[in-house]
Every structure is written in C-alpha cells, then in structure tokens.
Antibody, heavy 117, light 109 residues
Framework: EVQLVESGGGLVQPGGSLRLSCAAS????????MSWVRQAPGKGLEWVSI???????YYADSVKGRFTISRDNSKNTLSLQMNTLGAEDTAVYYC???????????WGQGTLVTVSS | EIVLTQSPGTLSLSPGERATLSCRAS???????LVWYQQKPGQAPRLLIYGASSRATGIPDRFSGSGSGTDFTLTISRLEPEDFAVYYC??????????FGGGTKVEIK
C-alpha cells in the first residue's frame, strides 16, 4: 500500500521560512514524479512544484525563486523549502506522487501552513 | 497561459440523478493530459479519470469522461451518496506546467 505522509507545517511569520517533508512508503520517490499542490482555505487546488524522476524541477510562477523542491532518495522523502513566505502562501500543502507525470495517483493527507503575524 | 474553466460552480442534484460537469480549456489541448479528481471535505484529492476518458484503478463505471480539443466532460451516470464532493479537472504540459480548474461542487438537492 502506498502512503505519503507530510509534515513540517505550522504557523510562521510573514517573511519567514518553513521546510515541508513528505515521507513515502510503498512508493519510490526517486523513481517517480513528485509534486506539491496547495489549497488555500475554502479555495481550489493550485499546483506548486514538480520534481521529475530524472531530476528536473519546475515551479509555479507564484513561488518561483522562493520555493525549492528536492528529494532524499536514501530516506525516500520529498521536501519543499519555502522562503520569504507571505499571507498568500497560507494553505494546506499536499504531496502527490505519479508514475506517469501527467496524473497523480497518490496523495498525502496534507499539512497546513499558516503565514500570519 | 492555458486556463481551465469548470462549470457549473455548483450542481444541486438528488441521489440517482445524472451529473454532467464541464471543463473548458482556453485553447485546444491534448486529451492525453486531461485528468479529473474528486475531493471530499477534509480529504486529499482522488484520481478519477486520466487521458480524458480512462478510469483510474478502482473507480466505479458510473464515472465516465469524454471530450477533446477545448471541451471536456465528466459524467456521473447515477449519483450515489458518496459522490457528493468537489470535482477538479487538471491539465499537464501547458503553461503553467500543471493547471487545475476552479472546481465544481456536486451537492445534495
């Protein structure tokens, strides 16, 4: 059974940083496509970033230059380093995994990031 | 930039009725990369349909997808109580690389 478990969310002040992690079991992070998708309270889904199995990374314009996606194959985890956070980054952040990069079969339960003073 | 517009925003139906959800792209897209998800309150999205019309593993056959070019449709033939949720379409490969529609909420009438 595939499980993706996010952690690292919490309350952070505007301008601050936070690092999210996604621990995978039953699914190899380094051999598949991994993405972060967020959902602001009461809003729809917004794609944030994707890490290809080959190592290429891509970001939404709204986070480019502030967020960094990475993985640790030895720990089978995905990470999202978030810097210069603003109120607009407040959301539940989901980790999603895919064997085929265009569709995400597996999702974590999400971790809430709240940016507020 | 390709925009996905879902309609209606909310669909009020009774169990047993047919639901027809629309996803319209701002320009022609490859149906191979059009995906539908279901999301229930407090839960992560669940993959329903990929390649516009292929059901994901374990998805009941009352769910079907169709369409091409700019117009795509998700149909639920007979609504079950567990089908009341929000549905999102998603496109891969455009600019931005991944984009979601705004969602359609299917609520109990």
């Amino acid at each position: 059974e595939v499980q993706l478990v996010e952690s690292g969310g919490g309350l952070v002040q505007p301008g601050g940083s936070l690092r999210l992690s996604c621990a995978a079991s039953g699914f190899t992070v380094g051999s598949n496509y991994m993405s972060w998708v967020r959902q602001a309270p009461g809003k729809g889904l917004e794609w944030v970033s994707i890490l290809y199995s080959g190592g290429s990374t891509y970001y939404a314009d709204s986070v480019k230059g502030r967020f960094t996606i990475s993985r640790d194959n030895s720990k089978n985890t995905l990470s999202l380093q978030m810097n210069t956070l603003g109120a607009e980054d407040t959301a539940v952040y989901y980790c999603a995994g895919a064997a085929i990069r265009s569709r995400f079969d597996y999702w974590g339960q999400g971790t809430l990031v709240t940016v507020s003073s | 930039e390709i925009v996905l517009t879902q309609s209606p925003g909310t669909l009020s139906l009774s169990p047993g009725e047919r639901a027809t959800l629309s996803c319209r792209a701002s320009q022609s897209v490859s149906s191979s990369y059009l995906v539908w998800y279901q999301q229930k309150p407090g839960q992560a999205p669940r993959l329903l349909i990929y390649g516009a019309s292929s059901r994901a593993t374990g998805i009941p056959d009352r769910f079907s997808g169709s369409g091409s070019g700019t117009d795509f449709t998700l149909t639920i033939s007979r609504l079950e109580p567990e089908d009341f949720a929000v549905y999102y379409c998603q496109l891969y490969g455009s600019s931005p690389l991944l984009t979601f529609g705004g969602g359609t909420k299917v609520e109990i009438k």
